[in-house]
């Protein structure tokens, strides 16, 4: 029986490492924001101002979010609630080469508005008011300022850099190449950034990121026009740093995946440059790929490297206000009416225009060929439309019970009438539960790319790491397990933060008190439930996130309860409890 004071237990639970060792009943002592006990015996409460009961649950460390674009909602509400409440105490930041620790404010809403579907009038405002800083010693500083609810990690974007150091007309002509003092400029701030602690760079090849804004409208972003030598030399340096390279291949291309894969490789050089890439998938329009990644990380691995390939562990399941899905940038029917996406009645003569509808018809009719959408509206389904006959039904069925109308016309119709009304919802990747387990189990997989804070109408996956440990619960008790729990609870927490670097993702005597207490009765439907929320910051826009409260009893960080029951704590967003996580090494 201890007789040392106490700012929380957490006793009775069944308790979880996050190193992938056996889980056990074990009581928790927490001081002064770190885990001082782990007992087999109760402890003393004795003057403890917080227990909490723990008994039938999950005490698990928090989960770690390595793909986030809350670069500007921490800004402006620093709680970060959607994910906090799920669980997940440390986010990172800084993905898709996207950053704004260099960026001018509205190149910033240029690089963030389209790419990631955040209003870029929000985006613009926030850094308008907001932004003091002009190296990443004082981001970080600025962050530390801010009554964070989780903790933050980031990624240096190389997009941020590139546009800041050559500007951003000129950073997006193919026929431009960065002048030796550019160069140095831009390694300057890769070296700056790794100084202050951030995990790496984040770089992008994928041509269907397209820039938001007037000056270069529908360019795509300025890291996709980096040639070999500037691309060599940033990653030299995070080679000889130790720091990850996070990199978006080129669907269209696949020797941009294998470049961006093989680059991971020493080929004499020590150490191996850890690579990041996006994103291991079981795509529907291309049902062999899933295969394919593993054995890329394999044979990479084998020879030297250190390759993951991020993986969201659920369907990929999305929605869509009309056509503002951004899967339709990869087709140029779909891009040409994006592009005009800020001119809506531009963009609604356009999709009644018969000659753009045959182009519209062509790319579909496409079923060969790199590609993320399976292209077939027969497989997506309408949630929402003010004629009511429609929902609930695909827009292939609207055209076949409208007299056999093309899919295609079927949807534009629907489109042109309605506008942003008809709301509708597909499944692009991981639709098959096996191949799904798979891909979740793999060592070469990394499991995250949950895009929070982009795409705020299109899809929610900040629970991600509940219905991870869902499936395989259900697996276990149904006696077919693909992983255990411990090694589950592993993957998205300890593992990511031992990669990464960072104190991060275990829950041992000495460790941060970043914790999560789960219900594991709780762990049911309601991890799938539609819900919608609107963002105070940005104009109260509503949008999609998740609900499952009666299944996290708690969250902590650094010590302090944050949520409870599934709702955050009145100190959330007001008294800072996370804190900027710096890599080492």
């Not at 009775?12 to 490492?17: P, S």
């Not at 891009?335 to 009644?352: D, K, M, T, W």
């Not at 076949?400 to 919802?425: I, T």
């Not at 960080?557 to 800072?576: F, I, K, Q, S, Y």
């Amino acid at each position: 029986m201890s007789t040392q004071g106490y700012d929380v237990i957490v006793r009775n639970g069944r308790w979880f490492d996050g190193t992938g060792a056996p889980s056990a009943v074990r009581h928790l002592g927490i001081s002064d924001g770190k885990v001082v006990a782990v007992s087999a015996d109760p402890l003393d409460e004795a003057d403890c101002p917080r227990v909490i009961d723990a008994t039938g649950h999950w005490v698990l460390p928090g989960m770690v979010d390595i793909h986030t674009h809350y670069d500007v909602e921490v800004l402006v509400q620093p709680g970060l609630t959607e994910s906090l409440r799920h669980g997940i105490t440390t986010t990172f930041l800084g993905s898709c080469s996207l950053s704004t620790v260099h960026a001018a404010p509205e190149d910033a809403g240029d690089l963030f508005g389209r790419v990631e579907a955040i209003p870029r009038p929000y985006v613009v405002g926030a850094l308008d008011e907001l932004k003091t800083w002009t190296s990443a010693g004082e981001y970080v500083a600025a962050l530390e300022e801010l009554p964070l609810g989780p903790n933050i990690a980031a990624f240096i974007g190389h997009s941020d850099i590139r546009s800041a150091r050559m500007g951003l007309s000129r950073s997006t002509d193919p026929t431009v190449r960065p002048s030796a003092a550019e160069l140095d400029r831009m390694e300057a701030d890769l070296r700056d950034a790794l100084d202050e602690g951030f995990v790496g760079m984040s770089s992008q090849e994928l041509m269907f990121d397209k820039l938001d804004g007037e000056t270069c409208r529908s360019r795509t972003l300025p890291s996709t026009y980096a040639r070999r030598r500037e691309r060599k030399r940033l990653n030299k340096l995070l080679r000889a740093r130790g720091r990850a390279l996070q990199g978006g291949p080129d669907v269209a291309k696949p020797q941009s995946l294998a470049r961006m894969a093989f680059s991971s490789c020493g080929w004499g050089r020590k150490p191996a440059l850890k690579v990041s890439l996006l994103s291991a998938a079981d795509i529907k329009a291309i049902p062999m790929v899933a295969h394919l990644f593993p054995l890329i990380a394999r044979t990479v691995n084998r020879f030297g490297g250190d390759l993951r390939f991020q993986h969201l562990p659920v369907p990929f399941e999305v929605y869509s206000d009309g056509i503002a899905l951004p899967v339709f940038e990869e087709f140029g029917s779909g891009a040409a009416a994006l592009h005009l996406s800020n001119q809506i009645e531009e963009q609604r003569a356009l999709l009644a225009d018969e000659d753009y509808r045959r182009w519209f018809r062509k790319d579909y009719d496409k079923r060969y060929g790199p590609r993320v959408w399976h292209r077939d509206f027969f497989d997506a389904e309408i949630t929402e439309c003010p004629d009511a006959t429609v929902v609930g039904k695909t827009f292939g069925q609207v055209g076949v019970e409208r007299g056999g109308v093309h899919p295609v016309d079927a949807f534009l119709d629907l489109v042109v009438e309605h506008g942003e009304k008809v709301r509708w919802r597909t499944t692009i990747s991981n639709h098959r539960p096996k191949v799904l387990d798979k891909l979740t189990s793999d060592p070469g997989v990394q499991l995250g790319f949950s895009d929070a804070g982009a795409h705020l109408r299109n899809m929610a996956f900040y629970n991600f790491g509940l219905r991870l440990l869902r499936r395989v619960h259900d697996a276990e008790r149904a006696g077919r397990p693909f992983m255990t729990l411990e090694h589950a609870v592993h993957r998205i927490t300890g593992e990511l933060g031992d990669w990464y670097g960072i104190d991060a993702g275990h829950l041992r005597e000495g460790d941060r008190a970043d914790l999560v207490v789960i219900d594991p009765e709780r762990l049911d439907d309601s991890l799938d439930a539609y819900a919608e929320a609107p963002v105070p910051a940005f104009g109260n826009l509503s949008r999609m996130v998740n609900r499952n409260d009666a299944t996290v009893a708690a969250v902590l960080v650094g010590g302090e309860v944050v949520v409870e029951d599934g709702v955050p704590t009145p100190a959330v967003g007001v008294r800072r409890t996370g804190r900027f996580l710096r890599a080492t090494g």
